[in-house]
């Protein structure tokens, strides 16, 4: 089990851009592969984007070509990039270690103008 604690969201404009960040103090952060995933209120929560021990990514196809993920091993971090916002992008964000069934309090995005 790896606590994960998000930050970075907020309130942006359709079209605009957010950076959320997510990080641990677990010192085995290196050995397993990290989600992002996003719940919008009504919906179940779903993966958005994940990147595993080799910085192998994928994407959900609502998300691909505008969200980035990526990871710092040595700040224990994952980042996931967000670009050309969508107002149905609104959501509150998680990220989980693979494997791990413990969430945090997320982060909010919401798009909005």
């Known amino acids: 089990q790896v606590q994960l604690v998000e930050s970075g969201g907020g309130l942006v404009q359709p079209g605009g851009s957010l950076t959320l960040s997510c990080v641990t103090s677990d010192s085995s952060f290196s050995s397993y592969g990290i989600g992002w995933y996003r719940q919008i209120p009504g919906k179940q929560r779903e993966q958005v984007a994940g990147?595993?021990?080799?910085?192998?990514?994928h994407y959900v196809d609502d998300v691909k070509g505008r969200f980035t993920i990526s990871r710092d091993n040595a700040k224990k971090t994952v980042y996931l990039q967000m670009i050309d916002l969508k107002p149905e992008d609104t959501a509150v964000y998680y990220c989980?270690?693979?494997?791990?069934?413990?969430w945090g309090s997320g982060t909010q995005v919401t798009v909005s103008s």
């Open positions: 990147i595993g021990i080799t910085d192998l990514t």
């Open positions: 989980r270690a693979f494997g791990s069934n413990i």
